[in-house]
Every structure is written in structure tokens, then in C-alpha cells.
């Protein structure tokens, strides 16, 4: 139990780029990736904008090098996973003892309410190739076989902090020496399911989503996949790495399935524990990227938790959601992606559509996109459904 | 590896405590539901019509577990599931496409992720500790397991509620059949079928784990191992022989045998060739088949080790020792996931 972990990569796929350099290019120029929708048939289509991955499912699949009728979950999953490892330098996965800790909430969803169709109308029909990959741990050993990863393959599935704690079971593992490296994060398609869901909830903005801004009213749905590479101390000595994931702490809010407590009591011990492990004072926390989905709920109860261990002064902060929408168990890794690399080129993410300061915090977000900041520690926030809060730090050493 | 001590254990299953007595409940048909228990014990009457039943399950599971340990709150919520919340799920994608999308009601959604269940245990013990679902196939429970003996690791003086839970639904055995896994049988005859299928089956067993043993002690967790995707018979025993080399022989070998014959040739083999002279007892007769069958697995191992007897109704083959020390549960899944835990009296 002992040594540091660190970030030797990263590799994303959203609705504003299908790698890091398109991701990154979208911030700088402002350019959120909610749109209508194309690629998801739904009677929504024209209520609700959505961050998608603007490809199709044949395009994914030939640039991940997978059959198309697998599920988009895990074609996703494929090319930011991929991207991550080489991003690494880290030669051939077969060399280390590695492992796959990725997380998702809707598995082959994608193609399991395509099969339902079918399915319904008469238990016999249905293609069963539609619901092979249903399972969350199906679409994981897709990709870790595709990898060639065999000493670790896990899914998590805890709502919209899934892949912050899939970070914090890689990172556990090589602690205990049990792995080398680990590829570590989530993943999450479209699908009507999720759509549908959140509708009922009544928490879709028609509008772009609005984080951290009085006039919000709900979120954006997206997609995507976020990984990193986590390595030991011995194996970052040969390369440069990124940063190190120097604290993380998961915490329950318990006080609703799907709702959060007004104060944050989850969101707080959340980071107060993430904190506590980095051995920083919340004063050396340069930049956080919020969870931020632009609920009235979320916004409020993380705003009013951030209060409570930063105040009087705050670290520059956003919701990157802003730009990619809701991508539920692939945020987690998605944003640790971004709070990673903010760390390596010092830069500070613009939180869009900003314009009136919630009345229930005194800070707002930051709405520009800058880099060239000497940061040191950034923290990433990621909270869900079943009171299931985490929080990540990362430290430039 | 971190040990660690079962302080207290909730099952719902198919079976209940009297298996320790000699009654063993048969069934015949080739789905073998859990038999469940009176769930107004552990929750409140107006939350329980709305509650899911896997939900309902791991929640009295968990419930039994605490109260047998004397832990009000646990330090951890760790559980497996591979399927999740299928019934909620099922009823959410029914309405959605028979309705096309439209008057749809939240209250399926909300229960249909899932950490549903875990997330609900924090909220009835208002628990605000570390919460964590895996959701892996096979080694959904396994990974509850290392999870917990890394939380132990780092901090001894934890005391963890791991588990597992997964249910069958009608859409979902409906679609698991079509692809031939399940046929008729009695229980009583699974394990001597020799036939293709097994019974499908369903279950939420908890545990309570300490870093140190007290007077509720039950068994110890010695070790958690997986072995995925293994190119051939002889990489998987060559794995085991090394699990062997570094625990000992077993007292007893749990075998994940469910009367499949191409599943239970697996185990077949191994026996022969690794655990020459160990008697060996099974479990899926007695649970059904399904991926987090090796945590019913556990509760009997542990029941095997308080009571020093091994129930007639569970052995296969040998003699059932003694008061057994030592037990391993070796389970696989489709030959891809192996399976190895091992539990010690203490």
C-alpha cells in the first residue's frame, strides 16, 4: 500500500471531438457539441438537443476496428481507450501485468431496445445477437480483448460517478501491486432509454444546458468514453507522465435514489476526503472541474458544498458538461481526461453559456477558454444517482 | 493478501438456514426461484409495494447480515450484480416501446440502475460511507470481495458490507433460454443430468468483513483470485496449482458444477488432475445457475465451517469430512471467468 499512481495518458471520445486534440480544439474556440439529433431515433428528436459523437455507428466501428452491430457503447469505448494507451508510449500492453477498470450505465442498451421491438411483439423473434453485449461487463471484455488486457478486467456501474470510480479501483490496485498499469475509465452511448428516463425526471433542458447559472433548467444528454493510463512509480520513471492521481475519495450522500441533499453532504465528504488523501489544503486546489449538469438540484447542493470547504476564496471553475453534454458513467473518465491534461498545459476549461450568478453561491464559473496557468493540483467532481458521490485530485508532481 | 473475518452473513435464496438442518427445498422445472422471506422484518410497509424485488432482496440480505455481526452502520457498501435491477429495467423498456416514448412515469427508471440496490441500503442506514457497485458478469461478486480486502488493506479497523445480488424476470429468462442455456429438471438429479443446460437461478447474499476476528466470527475470507479469459484447460491449471501451492489443499472443494455437461467436463477434469483424494460438494443444485451464485457458495461455506458438518444434500463426491478447515469455492463461467475463494475456520 504504498507509491504514488500516475497519469501517463489519456485518450477521449465526445459530442466535441473524437480525440483529446479535436476536444480541446472545440473549448478554445467555444464550440459546445449540443445539437439536434442524428444518430439516436427517438420521438424526442426535436425537443431535446444532445452532445453526440457526430459519427455513426459504421464509421466508429471501422476506425475501432470492430463489427457495427456491436453496440456504440462499446465502439466509444474502443477508440478512447485506444487513444489513451498509445498517448502512454508505453509499447506493448503484453509486456505488463495490466488491467481494464471501465465503467458504464446503459452496457448494450443500444441494441437491447432494438431487440425489445421485436421481442414484444413475440417472444420468439428478436435478433439475440441484439442482446448478447446487453450486459454492462460484456461491452468491457469487448474492448479489454481487443486490447489484448487479461490480468484485470472490472465494469462499475455507480450512475454518473462510474468512471470517477473506476480511476479509484485502478488506482487502489496498483497500490497494492497487484497491476502495472490499468486503463481506467467509463464509457456511455445515446440511448432511449437514459433520454427517456431523464425526461421523466423532468431534469432535460430544451435548451443548451446552463451549469452554474441562475437560469438553468436542467441538463444535456451526450455520449462518449474517457480513459487514462494509470502507472506505477516504477513504470512513470521511464516515461513523462502527465500528472498523479495524489487524492480520491468516494462518499453517499444518502438522502434521496435520485435526488441530492440541499447542503451536499455527499458532494462535500466527497472532496473533503479526496483532499484529505492529496494532503492539501483546499487553498491549493487551483482549478475544480465541476460535476455541474446544469440541474437546479445538482448545481445548487454542489455549489452550496464547494462553499463550505472553499470559502472565502475559490479556484477558477467549470463545468465542462457544458460542452459535452450529460455523458453520465463515461464523465467521470472523460473529465479526469481534461482535469489531467489541464494539468499538463495549465489550462483552465470555459464553462459555456454562462450569463446570471446563481443566487444560492457567491463564485461563478469561469467563461473563457485560457491556458499557459502554472497549476498544481486540479479536482474533479462526479456525482449520481443512489447518492453516489466521488471526487479525484490530480498534482502536477 | 489482506484476510479477512465474516462477522456476519444475510442469504436469500432458494434455500434458507434449515439446509444446515437436513431440509432442502427440491424443485423441479428449469427455474429455481429464491423463496422469499417476509420482507416486512427489515422494511417499512408503504416503501415496500413500491420497491423493486431484487431490491427487497439485497436489502433483507444486507439487514440479516448487519444484525448477525451487531454493526448498525457499516464503513463500507460494496456489491456485485451482473444483471442488475432487470425487473424495473424490463417494465421501463416495456412501457417505452409499447407506449412509443410517451406518458412514461419515473418511478421504473429511477429503480432500474444499477446501484440501485446499494444506494438504497446507504439510504435506509443513512450510511455517507464508500459505496461501490461492480457490475462484471462472473466476477461482479469477486471484484466486491477484492474490493473489500483492499479497503480492509488500507484501513484495518473498517467493517465492510460486501454482497451480491441478481434475479430472474420473465423477459430475462425468456431471452437467457432462447439461447439454450437452461432444460427441466429436478434439482435432486442436476448435478447427475450429464445432459446440455442447467436451472437458472437467483439470489442476494451479504457479508459483513472485519480486519479482525471477534466472538461473531464465522469464517475467514483467505483469499479472492480470478482468471480471465484463459487460452486452455492447462493455463487454468496451471492457475490453480499455483493457488494450491501458495494455500494448501482444500479440506473440501466447492465446485460450481450445474449438471451442464460441457460445464461440469471443466470441473471434471480439474478435480482429477489437481484435487486428487478432496472430497467435493456443490452448490447450483441447491441455487440455480447464475453469475453471482459463488456468494449462495459462501454462505454455505461459512455455515460448513461454524457448523463443522457439511450437509448430506450438498456433497458430489467422496466422503464429507470432519469439521472442515478449509474451503474452496471454484466457479467458472463458460470456461472465460474462473473463480477461486477460499474460506478457513477460525
Known sequence: MSGNVWIAGGGVISGIGQNLGQCMAAFEAMQPGMEKMRHLQSVHAGTFPVAEVKADNEELARKAGMPAHWSRTALLSMLAAKEAWQSAGLGDISQYRAGFVSANTVGGMDKTEDFMKSFLDNAASGRLRHVVHHECGAVTELVADALGIRHHVSTISTACSSGANALMYGARMIRAGMLDVVIAGGTDSLTRFTLNGFNTLMILDQQPCRPFDDTRTGLNLGEGAGYVVLVSDEIARKIKPWCRISGFANANDAYHQTASSPEGIGNFKAMEGALKMSGLAASEIDYINLHGTGTQNNDSSEGRAVERLFAPSYPPLSSTKSFTGHTLGASGGIEAVFSAWALREGIIYPNANFTTQMKEVPFSPVTHFSKGHALRHVMSNSFGFGGNCSSLVFSKE | ?346
Open chain 2, 1 to 346: 493478501m489482506q484476510q479477512a473475518y465474516i462477522q456476519g452473513i444475510g442469504c436469500v435464496s432458494a434455500q434458507d438456514n434449515a439446509l444446515f438442518s437436513g431440509t432442502v427445498r427440491q424443485h423441479e422445472g428449469n427455474r429455481l426461484p429464491v423463496a422469499d422471506p417476509d420482507y416486512k422484518q427489515w422494511i417499512d410497509i408503504k416503501q415496500i409495494r413500491r420497491m423493486g424485488r431484487v431490491i427487497k432482496m439485497g436489502v433483507a440480505a444486507s439487514h440479516i447480515s448487519l444484525e448477525q455481526a451487531g454493526v448498525a452502520r457499516p464503513d463500507a457498501i460494496v456489491m456485485g450484480t451482473a444483471y442488475g435491477c432487470l425487473a424495473d429495467t424490463g417494465v421501463f423498456l416495456n412501457k417505452l416501446v409499447t407506449q412509443n416514448e410517451d406518458m412514461l412515469t419515473p418511478t421504473a427508471f429511477i429503480q432500474s440502475t444499477h446501484n440501485t440496490v446499494s444506494g438504497q441500503i446507504a439510504l435506509m442506514l443513512g450510511c455517507h460511507a464508500y459505496n461501490n457497485t461492480f457490475v462484471h458478469g462472473a466476477f461482479s461478486l469477486e471484484n466486491a470481495l477484492q474490493d473489500s480486502l483492499l479497503l480492509l488493506a488500507e484501513d484495518p479497523s473498517k467493517q465492510i458490507l460486501a454482497g451480491a445480488v441478481d434475479e430472474i424476470t420473465d423477459y430475462s429468462h425468456n431471452i437467457l433460454s432462447r439461447f439454450r442455456l437452461y432444460k427441466n429438471a429436478s434439482t435432486q438429479n442436476l448435478l447427475q443430468s450429464n445432459t446440455h443446460g442447467t436451472i437458472a437461478g437467483e439470489g442476494a447474499v451479504f457479508f459483513v468483513l472485519g480486519a479482525e476476528k471477534n466472538e461473531r466470527s464465522m469464517a475467514a475470507l483467505t483469499a479472492v483470485e480470478m482468471l480471465y479469459n484463459p487460452a486452455s484447460e492447462k493455463e487454468t491449471f496451471a492457475h490453480i496449482a499455483k493457488f494450491l501451492d501458495t494455500y494448501g489443499q482444500p479440506d473440501l472443494l466447492l465446485a460450481g458444477r450445474n449438471g451442464d455437461t460441457k460445464n461440469d467436463a471443466y470441473y471434471a477434469a480439474g478435480e482429477e488432475k489437481l484435487f486428487a483424494g478432496v472430497p467435493v460438494a456443490a452448490f447450483k443444485h441447491l441455487c440455480g445457475e447464475f453469475p453471482t451464485a459463488a456468494a449462495f457458495a459462501m454462505w454455505m461455506a461459512a455455515g460448513v465451517l461454524k457448523n463443522g458438518a457439511v450437509p448430506a444434500a450438498a456433497m458430489f463426491k467422496g466422503k464429507a469430512p470432519a469439521a472442515p478447515k478449509k474451503i474452496l469455492i471454484w466457479n467458472h463461467g463458460g470456461g472465460k471467468h474462473h473463480s477461486l475463494i477460499l474460506l478457513s475456520a477460525c
